[in-house]
């Protein structure tokens, strides 16, 4: 579990069962406003297909993302202390079969909501992009001290946005947040495993 102390108030130790509970509840509730949103407004939303070309593409933007994210964590503290907090406080009390659900629970409500829906409403054009991205950073702000991995969200919602409209299909963004969440979640916790730092 995760030790409360006193450089870390902001956050306590949460369970399994509630961190399973806030990502089951928050993937549910995303989907309710984008199914919501979609039938109030004359929105016409990216199709989803699958090809082996487009899921080469998300893979591989997964892949990126990730490494670029390694890299950032290593040059910038703030976001490393940042990125530790959150990722200590959500990936400790979950076991490794938990980390399929953190993979497909945000990805699919996540981007049905901030690619699928919300850069459709705004337009697919820069402006568009933009909001999209920066209400997707927003929606991972959980404390004052979160700041730097609020920007580092919202630049992946940049990046995951413009490849949503590039291909023209929701499926490469989707496959690109799965296997961004999955992987680091595994990193994460062979990271903490290799160190001695019981999960």
Known sequence: ?????????????????????????????????AKLWLSLGNISMLPVHFTPLDLFWGLTIGIVITLASSVIYRLWQAYSRSADLYLKLVLTPLLWPDLVWLGLLPGLSEELLFRGVILAAFGFTPIGLVISSVCFGVLHFSGSQQWPYVIWATVVGLILGYSAIITGNLFVPIVAHIFTNLISGCLWKLKYIGQGTEL
Not at 2 to 14: C, G, T
Request: charged fraction near 15%.
């Open 1 to 33: 579990m995760v030790e409360h102390s006193p450089k870390n108030p902001e956050f306590e130790s949460l369970t399994r069962t509630q961190v399973l509970v806030a990502m089951g509840g928050t993937a549910t509730l995303l989907f309710i406003v």
